[in-house]
């Protein structure tokens, strides 16, 4: 079998595909050891904390809430895009020792 045989049984790619996408979310954890933030899923949560990350587009949470979120003045970033995108942003954040950007 040629190192590229796996491609050429049924699921191989998928072995693959999945593989990497444990990659970048593994690479995504070093965010959370690295800065050990809290985290929630709705706004009402998110209003309490002193600096606000969305993980998420504008279909999952609306650019109103991210605006409310921040009209007391706390800090609010959003990351969005591809599962590889997210984790890269991340990564960046966790090499330059800052959680926010």
Known sequence: MTPLGVFNHRGGWALVKSTWTSWLQYRSFFFLLAFAPSFGFS????????LVTIVADRTAVSQESEAALGLDGTPVQRIAGTVAEVAAALAARVEAGQPFV
């Not at 706004?43 to 002193?50: F, N, P, Q, R, V």
């Open 43 to 50: 706004a009402d949560e998110a209003a309490h904390a002193g």
